[in-house]
C-alpha cells in the first residue's frame, strides 16, 4: 500500500525558515498531483500547495511569495520550502498525493500523518 512521510517541522520564530519533505513510498506507478494542506487549532483543513507531474504550482493566497513547492517525481518526493514564516502559519501541514496509479490500480488519494510546524511571535 501507500504511505506519505512527512518530516521538517519544527519551531521557529517569525521570519524564520522550514522545509517540509514528503515522501510517498509503495509500488507506485503515477501520482497525478502532491501538495501540501494544513489545520490550525479550531480552524479547518486548507490547501496550501499543490503541484501536479508536470511542475505546474497553485498556491494559497495566504502564502505566494513566500511558500515555494517542488517536486521529485522520480524519487516520489513532494517538498514545501517556506520562507517568512509568520504566526498564523502554525498549524499540522499534511501531505496529499492525488491520483496515486499503484501497480495496475487507480487507488485515489492518501494522506500523510502530519508534521507540526509552530511560528511564534
Known amino acids: 500500500q501507500v504511505q506519505l512521510v512527512e518530516s521538517g517541522g519544527g519551531s521557529v520564530q517569525a521570519g524564520g525558515s522550514l522545509r517540509l519533505s514528503c515522501a510517498a513510498s509503495?509500488?507506485?506507478?503515477?501520482?497525478?498531483?502532491m501538495g501540501w494542506y494544513r489545520q490550525a487549532p479550531g480552524k479547518q483543513r486548507e490547501l496550501v500547495a499543490t503541484?501536479?507531474?508536470?511542475?505546474?504550482?497553485n498556491y494559497a493566497d495566504s502564502v505566494k511569495g513566500r511558500f515555494t513547492i517542488s517536486r521529485d517525481n522520480a524519487k516520489n518526493t513532494v517538498y514545501l520550502q517556506m520562507n517568512s514564516l509568520k504566526p498564523e502559519d502554525t498549524a499540522v501541514y499534511y501531505c496529499n498525493a492525488d491520483r496515486v496509479v499503484l501497480d495496475t490500480r487507480y487507488v485515489g488519494y492518501f494522506w500523510g500523518q502530519g508534521t507540526q510546524v509552530t511560528v511564534s511571535a
Open positions: 503541484i501536479k507531474s508536470g511542475g505546474s504550482t
Open positions: 509503495g509500488s507506485i506507478f503515477s501520482i497525478n498531483a
